[in-house]
T-cell receptor, first 112, second 115 residues
Framework: DQQVKQNSPSLSVQEGRISILNCDYTNSMFDYFLWYKKYPAEGPTFLISISSIKDKNEDGRFTVFLNKSAKHLSLHIVPSQPGDSAVYFCAASNFGNEKLTFGTGTRLTIIP | EPEVTQTPSHQVTQMGQEVILRCVPISNHLYFYWYRQILGQKVEFLVSFYNNEISEKSEIFDDQFSVERPDGSNFTLKIRSTKLEDSAMYFC?????????????FGSGTRLTVV
């Protein structure tokens, strides 16, 4: 049951360039989407979120884009920094439901 | 910054044994959760807990699992008779109010190894 999919298990980006992480979902009931960052031996840390009434949300170097018709969201990090190297999880929820449904994650490596 | 604390960080147990994973959520949070991540797989929802009762649970959360908030500060996950396939990272999370999904705060996790 892969309601949230991250098709790229890994991504390498040069420092200073843009990192683009992608996520697709199948459940049209999802109306809130989040990105989490995870370092080894730590729990997921919230990065940025977007509700389905928007198509873009920006917070500093991080921007999330939502394309509801394509059931696709992406996280843009610009400029990428070495500290951004981590596993990034996309997650989704729907109103009235307290649980998060996670994707499988993308390991981002920033090359100095 | 307030954090969710989980103990132990690593637990090794023999198959068939009972194990209790402990969590101290952030003090003013009212909603509590357990998730798990089997190595190489996605983070999966197990159970949510509010007002001293389970509000939702997944198919994974069968009769061998239970949760408890015994003393108003700890939140525990008990696995009654562990199986090899229970080996995973278990994450506790809490948040302060409903519908503020961005307010989820996760602990660092307990790595459970069943041998």
């Amino acid at each position: 049951d892969q309601q949230v999919k991250q098709n790229s298990p890994s991504l390498s980006v040069q420092e200073g360039r843009i990192s683009i992480l992608n996520c697709d979902y199948t459940n049209s009931m999802f109306d809130y989407f989040l990105w989490y960052k995870k370092y080894p031996a730590e729990g997921p840390t919230f990065l940025i979120s977007i509700s389905s009434i928007k198509d873009k949300n920006e917070d500093g170097r991080f921007t999330v884009f939502l394309n509801k018709s394509a059931k696709h969201l992406s996280l843009h990090i610009v400029p990428s920094q070495p500290g951004d190297s981590a596993v990034y999880f996309c997650a989704a929820s729907n109103f009235g439901n307290e649980k998060l449904t996670f994707g499988t994650g993308t390991r981002l490596t920033i090359i100095p | 910054e307030p954090e969710v604390t989980q103990t132990p960080s690593h637990q090794v147990t023999q198959m068939g044994q009972e194990v209790i994973l402990r969590c101290v959520p952030i003090s003013n949070h009212l909603y509590f959760y357990w998730y798990r991540q089997i190595l190489g797989q996605k983070v999966e929802f197990l159970v949510s807990f509010y007002n001293n009762e389970i509000s939702e649970k997944s198919e994974i959360f069968d009769d061998q699992f239970s949760v408890e908030r015994p003393d108003g500060s700890n939140f525990t996950l008990k696995i009654r008779s562990t199986k090899l396939e229970d080996s995973a990272m278990y994450f506790c999370a809490s948040k302060t109010q409903a519908q503020s999904m961005a307010g989820y705060t996760f602990g660092s996790g307990t790595r459970l190894t069943v041998v």
